[in-house]
């Protein structure tokens, strides 16, 4: 794996990049970064035609679903929850068995669960780290600051 932290404009990655972030599994997409990618893919649309049922009657920790070159890492059943990092670590397994299997070489992601969610970087860094190390794919975070 290569990891990189740069300060950077996420959205102005090339194509070739996946743009990763958390979301819940009610598809709010109402605040933070989420509802800039909601805005920019109609993220929230797609997810709510096309996976609502799957998350009606149960969610477990942890998923991630590919909307194009969006991945969206599904970190707690409600928008005003706190995912825990354990359901973070779920959803990046996840992330990373689709990406295998699509093959995709490069993801670019902000500080996930790090703003409104509130996990502690330092840990979650090492959590990406910890899950991607075995792959050869380039997981670029883009920080604001």
Not at 69 to 82: A, G
Not at 107 to 125: N, Y
Request: hydrophobic residues 40%; positive net charge; contains cysteine.
């Amino acid at each position: 794996m290569v990891y990189n932290e740069k300060i950077m404009d996420l959205f102005s990655m090339p194509d070739e990049y996946y743009l990763a972030h958390c979301i819940s599994a009610d598809f709010a997409l109402g605040k933070g970064i989420a509802k800039e990618f909601d805005r920019r893919f109609g993220v929230r649309q797609t997810l709510k035609r096309d996976f609502s049922k799957f998350f009606a009657d149960d969610y477990s920790d942890g998923a991630c679903i590919r909307t194009g070159r969006v991945l969206n890492l599904v970190t707690k059943e409600k928008y005003y929850q706190k995912p825990t990092y354990k359901s973070l670590e779920q959803s990046l397994q996840a992330m990373k068995n689709i990406c295998l299997h699509r093959k995709v070489q490069k993801i670019a992601m902000p500080m996930i669960g790090c703003g409104l969610d509130k996990l502690e970087w330092d840990r979650v860094s090492q959590i990406i780290k910890k899950i991607f190390g075995d792959t050869d794919m380039e997981i670029l975070v883009c920080k604001l600051r």
